[in-house]
Structures are given as structure tokens and as C-alpha cells.
């Protein structure tokens, strides 16, 4: 199957060839016949599955075959909520990359930076706006706003809203919105309080799921390091000695921890950088920006900060914490395994974390592989050892001199190396 098969309009297939899309993912292939036909659509689909552009691109076809009239103040016909604006901001870059031959304007807005850039471009007038629930509620408070106009609305990663304790303000915007309009719901889970959600803004919905709900992308291969909590920095530095890791996004469960974790990396001369919420937004985009060209090799990011990243040929995913949500876990490692490339995620578990480890690989329903033969392996005893550790497999082997602490550690082989 091809985008042309999909009826997409001659300008926006000009646009995919130019980013180099050819063939559309699963989702895409089946979203966007719906959204042209003008159907409300609840989407299921995991992170890294190309659902953006599942519903950019029929956005753009139906709002640039009725252009706005010449010498008129453009008015919102579209607008797509997001909940973190690193997610908002590669929205719009979708939206500019998909529509650049539609002489469609879009603009996003969200908090944690001056409004006033914000403001001027609604002032101008825009046909699709992206926005953050607490900046969009801000400018609908001031007047800058109006939703009258909206044809289409979509509601992006609502399972994210939820947790982030968003669905109060989402609530209020809905209120707001015409009654007749089309509207599209995205969520990578669907627990009863994301269905119920769903149910008061959706009618008579075409459903999509391209992977089970709560499922891990199948082409990510997932390893676990059982460590002592105390070792995770050295294991860390251990690993990024593997030159094949040319980059990697580490997750922590703080901000604190975020910016220990870099410290600790420039202490052994490996480039790194934190971003998480309390980070400007100026330094969190050059921080994703130097990590995207390579420039930095190690980004650490909190599960908030990172949701939404974007990027392209990304193979390593670290959780340096086991996340205590285990669709959390999901979200995380789904930031490689990009719209049908590889990836890997490594997960360091210690003592503490070896329920959230057993919870993560009950949702997912499979075992994640231990990684055994390493030098900062967890010692554990009859009553602690995890199910999936062999008992056989407990702290042995010779020693020799690690390069990292210059303490006594075991053989150890890299599992990008090893043979499974």
C-alpha cells in the first residue's frame, strides 16, 4: 500500500515524498481513510506507530480543499491538544513537514515560556492550533482564543492527561467546543477512566488498535541488569563503553536523579544532559536539538520531559529506574522501535524495583531477558531471587580490574555483542 492509495491529495503526497514517505503504517493506513470520510475515531495505538501523521494529514486535505477567503483574519478550524509541550512542538513540526504546499498556517502554544510570540501569531490568525491544556485555557481566559470555529479536534495521548492530572482542564475546553465538529481521540492505553473520556466526546466512533492494548512494540529487543542499587551509575558507565551505542535516552524516576545521572557522565567525560520540568524550555530544545545531531551522546530525561520525543534512528533506551507504572514502561521504551525501525531497551532492577519489574512483564505478557554475566550483578539471596534468575546463575566467575572504578569486578561481555 502507498499514500496515493489513500487518495491523498497531490500537494501533501509532495510533501511525504519530500520527507521521504512512501508507504504509511499500519495505523495511518487505516486512520486516514476514516478521517476523510469525516467519521469521529478512537485510536489505540502505542507511541512510535506514525499516529501523528494518521491524523495530520487527513487534517490538512479536508481544511485545504475549503481554503480561508483572501483579505480575512484565518480563523482556528482545527485544534489538537496535547499534554506536554515537547509532544505539542513536534506536532507542529509534523504538521509544517506534511503541509507545507497547502498554504495551511499552524502554530502551537503552551506554558513555561513569554506568551507574547504566542499571541502575535493568533493575532495574525491561524487554521490549526496545537496546544498545552493549561497555556490554552490561559489564552481562551484572556480572549486571544475563540473555539467556535472548530471543524476537527483531536485529543492526543490521553492516557498521558490522565496521569498528569489534565483531565479536569481537558474537560473544560471540550465544554467549549462547537457541537458539531469531527473529533479524534489518541490513547496508548485504555483504562476505564480513558474509555469513559472517550465516550463524552466521541459519537458513534470508527475504533482503530494496531497492537494489543498495553503491549510492547515486538521488534524492541528488552534485556534487564539485576544491580545493587549503589552500582547503577558504574553498570551505566559500563555499558556506554560499547561504541555501538552512538546514543541513548536514560530515564530516571526524578529530576533529581536526572541531573545526578549527568553529573556522574561528565565526571567520566561521556556528553550528557538533563531535561526535565524544571528546565527552561529554551534549554530543554537545545538539549534535544544537540542530542538529535549527536552532538550530545546521553540524554537523561524524566517520564514527563520525555513524552513526545521524536527521534529518528534512536536505538538504545536505558531505564536506569524501573518505573513503579508499568504502562509507563511502555511509553518509555517506545521511543525507539520508530514507525517499524529496530531498538533496544536495557532496564536496570534493583532490590526495590523487582515488583515493578514483575508487574511490567505481567502487562506485557512475556519475560524480559537477564542479562546475567555482568560485572555489577544484584547478590541475591534464596528468599530475594526474582523467578527469571536462574538459581545457578548467582555471583561467580574470575575477576579482574574494572576499567571504570578500579575496584575487582567479574567477566563480563556486552550484550550488544553477546549471542542469544
Not at 515524498?17 to 475515531?41: F, H, N, S
Not at 495505538?45 to 487527513?58: D, H, V
Not at 489518541?186 to 466512533?205: Q, R, V, Y
Request: hydrophobic share 40%; with cysteine; aromatic share 6%.
Amino acid at each position: 500500500m502507498s499514500f496515493q492509495s489513500l487518495q491523498i491529495v497531490k500537494p501533501i503526497l509532495k510533501a511525504l515524498e519530500e520527507e521521504g514517505y512512501t508507504t504509511p503504517t499500519p495505523i495511518q493506513a487505516q486512520a486516514i481513510p476514516i478521517v476523510l470520510q469525516g467519521t469521529d475515531l478512537l485510536g489505540c495505538a502505542q507511541t512510535g506507530t506514525g499516529k501523528t501523521a494518521a491524523f495530520a494529514i487527513p487534517i490538512l486535505q479536508i481544511l485545504g480543499a475549503a481554503p480561508h477567503t483572501p483579505n480575512k483574519k484565518r480563523k482556528i478550524r482545527s485544534l489538537i491538544v496535547t499534554p506536554t509541550r515537547e509532544l505539542a512542538i513536534q506536532i507542529l513540526e509534523s504538521f509544517r513537514a506534511y503541509g507545507r504546499h497547502t498554504g495551511l498556517n499552524f502554530t502551537v502554544v503552551f506554558g513555561g515560556v513569554n506568551q507574547n510570540p504566542q499571541t502575535s501569531a493568533l493575532r495574525a490568525g491561524v487554521d490549526i492550533l496545537i496546544a498545552t491544556p493549561g497555556r490554552l485555557l490561559d489564552l481562551m481566559q484572556q480572549g486571544f482564543v475563540s473555539l467556535q470555529d472548530i471543524e476537527i479536534f483531536v485529543l492526543d495521548e490521553a492516557d498521558r492527561m490522565l496521569d498528569m492530572g489534565f483531565i479536569n482542564d481537558v474537560k473544560k475546553i471540550i465544554a467549549r467546543l462547537p457541537q458539531k465538529r469531527q473529533s479524534l481521540f489518541f490513547s496508548a492505553t485504555m483504562p476505564p477512566e480513558i474509555t469513559k473520556l472517550a465516550g463524552t466526546i466521541l459519537h458513534n466512533p470508527s475504533r482503530v488498535s494496531v497492537t494489543p492494548v498495553s503491549s510492547t512494540v515486538e521488534i524492541i529487543e528488552q534485556f534487564v541488569f539485576y544491580v545493587e542499587k549503589g552500582n547503577k551509575n558504574a553498570l551505566l558507565v559500563e555499558l556506554l563503553r560499547d561504541k555501538k551505542i552512538k546514543t541513548a535516552l536514560v530515564f530516571t524516576r526524578t529530576k533529581h536523579g536526572a541531573d545526578k545521572v549527568v553529573r556522574m557522565l561528565h565526571q567520566h567525560r561521556i556528553p550528557a544532559a538533563a531535561i526535565h520540568g524544571n528546565k527552561s524550555q529554551n534549554i530543554r530544545q537545545r538539549a534535544l536539538s544537540e542530542f538529535k545531531a549527536q552532538r550530545t551522546r546521553v540524554l537523561v530525561a524524566t517520564d514527563i520531559a520525555a513524552r513526545g520525543i521524536d527521534i529518528e534512528d534512536l536505538e538504545y533506551v536505558i531505564n536506569y529506574d524501573i518505573p513503579n507504572i508499568s504502562e509507563t514502561y511502555v511509553h518509555r521504551i517506545g521511543r525507539t522501535g520508530r514507525a517499524g525501525a529496530g531498538g533496544t531497551a536495557f532496564s536496570f532492577c534493583d532490590a526495590e524495583e523487582t515488583a515493578f519489574l514483575k508487574d511490567i512483564e505481567k502487562l506485557i505478557g512475556k519475560k524480559i531477558k537477564v542479562i546475567e554475566n555482568h560485572p555489577y550483578r544484584m547478590q541475591f539471596t534464596g528468599a530475594t531471587l526474582p523467578k527469571n534468575l536462574p538459581r545457578s546463575k548467582r555471583s561467580s566467575g574470575k575477576s579482574r580490574n574494572s576499567p571504570v572504578t578500579g575496584g575487582r569486578i567479574s567477566h563480563y561481555r556486552s550484550p550488544l555483542k553477546a549471542s542469544w
